[in-house]
Each structure stands twice: as C-alpha cells, then as structure tokens.
C-alpha cells in the first residue's frame, strides 16, 4: 500500500461481527474469559490492550513503516517510556533545541536517576562523534526542531552510529510521516505528540511510539504497561479519526506554510524567518532531500527585536489564535519564551536564540488570503 491508502486502512480492519466500517470505542476495561487465563480474542484487561487503541497502534506502525506502534496518555508519556530503556549511568545525547516539555523532562526528572545528558548542535553531524561514548544508549533527535526549525540529518546520523550499540529516536511532530519517515531513515524508534497533526484538531492530547522492530516494540510495550501511560478507547478513535485525513491536511498545512514564510520575509517589520522550505533556511538543500513538503510551522523574529512588539503583534491577530499547541485545523500563534519554551531558563534560551521578539506560527488549514490579510493588519 502506498502512503495515501495506509492512512485510511494502514492496519485498519472492519469490525468483524457487524461489519462496522469504522473501528467501535470499545469502552471496556476488562474482556470476559472463557476459562480462567483462556482469552476470547486475546484481550485480557485494556492497560495492556484495547481494541480502539489496538487499531490507532497497527494504523502508526503502517504510516511510519514500523513494526510496532503504541499510543500513549500524552506525549511526554511516549518520551517517557523510551527513556525507561535506559539505567543508571548511560548517557544520552540530545538535540540541542528541543521542545520545553522534552528538556525539563530530561533535565529536571531523569538526570536524577543518574541517566546523563549532553545538548548538542547536530548542524555537523560528525561533531558528535567527540561526543560518543561508550556508555551512550541513545541519541534523541527532533526535526525540524521546534521553535527554531533547524533541520537534523537523520540519516547521516543514524549511518555514523551504525553497529554500535545506540538507539536513534526521532520526535516526528512536525514532520509527521507524510513529510519524512525517519524509519526508512534507519531510526529504531519514531516518536509524536499525537496532540498535534496526526490528532490535527485540537481536540485531544495522546503520544504515539513506533519501533523499528518487533524486539524493541515488545520491550516498550513491556514498560507502557508495567508503567501505564497508555491513551484511552475514545481518544485512540479521535486520533485515528485524524490519521485518515493527515495526507489532505498535510498538503494544505505545507502550502500555507510556505506563503506565510514567503509573505514573512517580504516584510519590512520582519527580520528573520524560520521554515524549512524557505530558500533562505541554512538547510534548504537537506530539507529538499530529507522531507517530501515543508510543512506548516514558521517561526520569526522583528527588524526591531523588541518583546513589546511581539506581544503587541501577538493581541492584535484575529484568525490566528493565540495560544499553546501546534498542528491543528485552526492556525495557532505562540511566543515561545513566555509560552512553550518558558520551562528553559532565560540563559540558555537566550544562547539557542530563542529570543524575547521571537513568534511561532502554526499555519492552519484555512484560506492563505484571510491568513495573510491578518497577519498583515496585526503587523500594521
Ligand atoms: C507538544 C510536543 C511534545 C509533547 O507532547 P504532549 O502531547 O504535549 O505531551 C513533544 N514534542 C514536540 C515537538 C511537541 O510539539
């Protein structure tokens, strides 16, 4: 099956004793048993599995090429799970402008379980070689990175790593496997913030895993439910609700994208722009090679570089709506420093360029023309 067709049946069966066509919410805890430990269908009790949230787990394993997917309470609660892998005194190299949330996780909840980890500029893929030890399990991309939309290699990192014994992990919100499948890649595990594009609603927060192979997949699944994190019958079904129409939405998202960041660059109040598919970006070569379109992200900062603006500019826009999150129909706005990325102290914010007159956009699915016409008047 190619990508278009996975989305709508990617691991997606009829329900077999109504021919329902679309997978039930099976709104169950526990599944009756023939004979104690017998299972009628291999269903015992839904923190280890659920039918609903068994559909959304084959439909992401099809869409990201993988052997395996498991869905989870949020994003965070995926990240989790993945560094549960890991023991104390393995190390962990990450890259160097991550999401808020993924940073204070890292920092401020496993760096005390004596797990190490190193930020890193992933620009030069071969710097990281210095960085490399033996006692490195894991190294933890994001890209395009969010807010600055900085581009990661994925392939070139998982080639340096090939044959030591060190897990790739890809945090694929951004992207979604519509733009990029960081397994074909050669990533062992891709990971999203369901909340996002694949949920693409704004209408429930959920985590997705996907592992390379059924190995790995198993061991996650081990620690998804020794630990528990999983995502409920009724938010599986909106998320896999949302998958079906990820390829229509993707497209859209793109274009806009790239008409916002034209529009952006154009004006005069503007200084810089952040997006992939801008001629402009540092990247745009490995961009053109690693993503299929550019998505609907677009960071900026002003000519003037003063916070008072950003916040100004952030009040006036009538069709962006101003708040946290990303992905949706609906087209966001976000200040990072005071919204997303406040849980990052001000000095090392300040040392990624995360700076005070900086705004995120998440370029919604609406016309471009209204898009425009408010960014326009809210930058007047
Ligand atoms: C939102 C987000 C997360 C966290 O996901 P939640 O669903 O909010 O827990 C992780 N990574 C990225 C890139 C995100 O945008």
């Not at 190619?2 to 099976?26: A, D, L, R, Y």
């Not at 894991?138 to 994925?154: A, G, H, R, S, Y």
């Amino acid at each position: 099956m190619k990508f278009n067709t996975k989305v709508i049946h990617g691991g997606q069966q009829h329900e077999p004793h109504t021919g329902s066509v679309n997978v039930p919410v099976f709104l169950t805890s526990t599944f009756a048993q023939k004979s104690p430990g017998q299972l009628k269908a291999g269903y015992e009790y839904s923190r280890g599995a659920n039918p609903t949230r068994q559909a959304l787990e084959d439909a992401l394993a099809s869409i990201e090429n993988g052997a395996r997917g498991l869905a989870f309470g949020s994003g965070l609660a995926a990240i989790d799970c993945v560094l549960k892998l890991l023991s104390p005194g393995d190390e962990v190299i990450a890259v160097d402008d991550l999401y808020g949330g993924t940073y204070r996780m890292f920092t401020r909840l496993f760096d005390k379980y004596q797990i190490k980890f190193s930020f890193v500029n992933f620009d030069e893929v071969d710097t990281i070689k210095d960085v490399i030890t033996d006692k490195t399990k894991l190294i933890w991309l994001e890209t395009p990175t969010n807010p600055l939309m900085k581009l990661v290699d994925i392939k070139a990192v998982t080639d340096l790593v090939k044959g030591k014994n060190i897990l790739v992990a890809v945090d694929n919100t951004f992207a979604t496997p519509y733009i990029q499948r960081p397994i074909d890649l050669g990533a062992d595990i891709v990971m999203h913030s369901a909340t996002k594009y694949l949920g693409g609603h704004s209408d429930v927060v959920a985590g997705a895993l996907v592992a390379k192979t059924p190995e790995l997949g198993e061991q996650l699944h081990f620690i998804q439910f020794a630990s528990g994190g999983i995502l409920g019958p009724h938010d599986s079904y909106l998320v896999l609700r949302g998958i079906k129409t990820l390829s229509l939405r993707m497209q859209r998202h793109s274009e806009n994208g790239v008409k916002v960041a034209e529009f952006l660059e154009n004006h005069p109040a503007i200084d810089k722009v952040f997006y992939p598919g801008s001629k402009n970006h540092p990247q745009y070569e490995l961009a053109k090679k690693q993503m299929a379109e550019f998505g609907g992200m677009v960071s900026f900062t002003f000519k003037s570089g003063k916070k008072e603006d950003a916040i100004k500019f952030l009040e006036k826009l009538k069709v962006f709506t101003l708040a946290e999150s990303l992905g949706g129909v609906e087209s966001l706005a976000n200040h990072p420093a005071l919204m997303t990325h406040a849980s990052i102290p001000a000095d090392k914010r300040a040392e990624l360029g995360i700076t005070d007159d900086l705004v995120r956009l998440s370029a919604g699915i609406e016309d471009i023309e209204d898009l425009i016409a408010d960014l326009e008047q809210a930058l007047k």
